[in-house]
């Protein structure tokens, strides 16, 4: 069974930087790809990012410039590194990926890792 761990979420400054880090653990054969979504209060979730395994990436217009995902294929993690936070990006972030492990093609989503912006 593989599954998702999230970590680096916290409370930051407006202007300040976080970077998140996605965790993958199981029987993994490949990974297709990795997406950063976020959900704030209120509002359905969003794709932030996104990472094939050959390292195409994709951002919402929102972060473009300011956000960069990037993959450790060695370690199975995948990072988001977020700079020149703004208050709109107060969201719980989640990382979810797709591909096949010893068995058949899986999806699965990490449990999100909580990101605060303050002014």
């Known amino acids: 069974q593989v599954q998702l761990v999230e970590s680096g979420g916290g409370l930051v400054q407006a202007g300040g930087s976080l970077r998140l880090s996605c965790a993958a653990s199981?029987?993994?054969?490949?990974?297709?790809?990795v997406g950063w979504y976020r959900q704030a209060p209120g509002k359905q979730r969003e794709l932030v990012a996104s990472?094939?395994?050959?390292?195409?990436?994709n951002y919402a217009d929102s972060v473009k410039g300011r956000f960069t995902i990037s993959r450790d294929n060695a370690k199975n993690t995948v990072y988001l590194q977020m700079n020149s936070l703004k208050l709109e990006d107060t969201a719980v972030y989640y990382c979810?990926?797709?591909?096949?492990?010893?068995?058949?093609?899986?999806?699965?989503w990490g449990q999100g890792t909580l990101v605060t912006v303050s002014t």
């Open positions: 979810n990926a797709e591909g096949h492990d010893s068995l058949t093609f899986f999806e699965v």
């Open positions: 199981g029987s993994i054969v490949y990974i297709n790809a």
């Open positions: 990472i094939t395994w050959r390292g195409s990436t």
